[in-house]
């Protein structure tokens, strides 16, 4: 490959990480589509360079609202087993991510499976995308909504 390539995806990945914080500004359907985009570029980094980033999932997944994932789909549960569902969802990831965690810890890698540490993450940042995807669509769908409902709105006020 030439070599201007790799200078150019260089200088694209120093503009995407930077660009959070305008995504973060902007509105949470914008910062949610970073995310996901993140998301899928830390997963590439991981087919592609072997490198992993596990420590980044979990902060990926702090953003999310995972009541918004639950509560659309399962109407007729109570408020305790969405939690349960919830801390179930937010307790896979951690314990799938664990040994980083507890490597970032020790400053040692420490990893119980050492040869599954790519499938691990492969797994991982994929579940992270699919969750975040999902509650992009769930924001832009929530907004589309409100959209509508304030147009009807000016409407009926004008008395059209």
């Known amino acids: 490959m030439p070599k201007w390539i790799f200078e150019f995806f260089d200088y694209a990945a120093v503009i995407?990480?930077?660009?959070?914080?305008?995504?973060?500004?902007?509105?949470?359907?914008?910062?949610?589509?970073?995310?996901?985009?993140?998301c899928l570029f830390h997963l590439s980094n991981t087919l592609l360079l072997n490198i992993p980033f596990m420590s980044h999932c979990l902060v990926y997944l702090v953003f999310v609202d995972f009541s918004r994932l639950i509560e659309p789909r399962i109407k007729?549960?109570?408020f305790s087993l969405r939690r349960k569902?919830?801390?179930?969802?937010?307790?896979?990831?951690?314990?799938?991510?664990?040994?980083?965690?507890?490597?970032i810890l020790n400053g040692k890698s420490f990893n119980f499976f050492p040869?599954?540490?790519?499938?691990?993450?492969?797994?991982?940042?994929?579940?992270?995308?699919?969750?975040i995807?999902?509650?992009?669509?769930?924001?832009?769908?929530?907004?589309?909504?409100?959209l509508v409902?304030?147009?009807?709105?000016e409407q009926t006020s004008r008395g059209v």
């Open 149 to 153: 409902k304030l147009t009807e709105n």
């Open 16 to 38: 995407f990480e930077l660009s959070a914080f305008i995504a973060l500004l902007n509105s949470r359907k914008w910062w949610l589509f970073w995310l996901f985009i993140a």
């Open 115 to 131: 040869n599954l540490i790519l499938y691990n993450s492969v797994i991982i940042w994929t579940f992270v995308a699919i969750i």
């Open 133 to 146: 995807f999902i509650n992009l669509l769930i924001v832009t769908k929530k907004s589309a909504i409100e």
């Open 76 to 78: 007729n549960i109570g």
């Open 85 to 103: 569902i919830n801390y179930f969802l937010i307790g896979l990831v951690t314990c799938l991510s664990l040994p980083y965690l507890l490597g």
